[in-house]
């Protein structure tokens, strides 16, 4: 059955790095999500993305966060200059339709910024 | 604002025990989703619905449109379900709204 993947499972980083996370959505899906979990708190939504440019994106997701769709395969989250706070746990999820599609979820990189 | 209540926060089961999990929200929606969130921090997709009622293997979901109210219910539950069971509403074209998730502990 396909599925999202998504690397690493877990980074570790220092404050002020340059991180970048990877997903593989499921190869016929046309529209990508990153979500974040904070330990202990509710899933986010940060960005949605579809034919190649973001389509909404929530108040997180600001100037130190960009999304790539560098080829057929890949979507990517970086995060520019990491701050302690972006630790959490990262997913990316996809689906073939948008709106109220269903979305399929990876699963997860855990970041850690010291 | 758009908001997702779940009910309740954590629940002990003994295992067999009929388990119920609460999903209330307060906008009209597009659809409802009911997720399962391994104690490893994946995120599998149960069930997306928009009205009615949907059943897979022990799981039923049902949704009251006119209440705004949804539920999950899981038969002859068994320790392998124990698991963070999250609701999440989609209105329109907005992303996904999700709740705080509904702790389930199955004890054998």
């Known amino acids: 059955e396909p599925e999202v993947t998504q690397t690493p499972s877990h980074q570790v980083t220092q404050m002020g790095q340059e991180v970048i996370l990877r997903c593989v959505p499921i190869?016929?899906?046309?529209?990508f999500y990153w979500y974040r979990q904070i330990l202990g708190q509710k899933v986010e939504f940060l960005v949605s993305f579809y034919n190649n440019e973001i389509s909404e994106k929530s108040e997180i997701f600001d100037d130190q966060f960009s999304v790539e769709r560098p080829d057929g395969s890949n979507f990517t989250l970086k995060i520019r200059s990491t701050k302690l706070e972006d630790s959490a746990m990262y997913f990316c999820?996809?689906?073939?339709?948008?709106?109220?599609?269903?979305?399929?979820f990876g699963p997860g990189t855990r970041l850690t910024v010291l | 604002k758009n908001e997702v209540e779940q009910s309740p926060q954590n629940l002990t089961a003994q295992e067999g025990e009929f388990i119920t999990i609460n999903c209330s929200y307060s906008?009209?929606?597009?659809?409802l989703h009911w997720l399962q969130q391994h104690p490893g921090g994946g995120i599998v997709s149960l069930f997306m619905l928009s009205s009615g009622k949907k059943k897979h293997g022990r799981l039923i979901a049902t949704i009251n449109i006119q209440e705004k109210h949804s539920s999950l219910h899981i038969t002859a539950s068994h320790p392998r379900d124990s698991a963070v069971y999250i609701c999440a509403f989609i209105t329109g074209n907005t992303p996904l709204v999700f709740g705080k998730g509904t702790r389930l502990s199955v004890i054998a």
């Open positions: 999820a996809s689906s073939k339709n948008g709106g109220a599609a269903e979305q399929f």
């Open positions: 190869s016929n899906h046309l529209y």
């Open positions: 906008v009209g929606i597009s659809a």
